[in-house]
Nanobody
């Protein structure tokens, strides 16, 4: 059983910073791409940032220059450093990972999601 557990969300004032973490637990064969997504109230989920195992990174335009995604492949942990936050960043943030587990003796890739952590930017 594989789980993604996020932490680090909370309430912050505009201009403030937060760091989100997401640790992958369980019997994993391999860990591939990881990413952060968010869903703001009344809006569809959007990709915030993704990172491949080879450290190729993509960001949504609205967070470029303010957010930094990184991963620790030894700890199976994903991070999102968020600086200069503004109210438009308020959302539930979800961790995503493509993880291979053994199925019938064959490594098989699955898409996993965390439970979400809320980020509220407000004065």
């Amino acid at each position: 059983q594989v789980q993604l557990v996020e932490s680090g969300g909370g309430l912050v004032q505009p201009g403030g910073s937060l760091t989100l973490s997401c640790e992958a637990y369980g019997n994993m064969y391999d860990l591939y791409s990881m990413g952060w997504y968010r869903r703001a109230p009344g809006k569809q989920r959007e990709m915030v940032a993704t990172i491949t195992r080879g450290d190729r990174i993509d960001y949504v335009d609205s967070v470029k220059g303010r957010f930094t995604i990184s991963r620790d492949n030894v700890k199976n942990t994903l991070y999102l450093q968020m600086n200069n936050l503004n109210p438009e960043d308020t959302a539930d943030y979800y961790c995503n990972a493509v993880i291979a587990t053994m199925r019938g003796g064959t490594p098989t890739r699955y898409d996993y999601w965390g439970q979400g952590t809320p980020v509220t930017v407000s004065s």
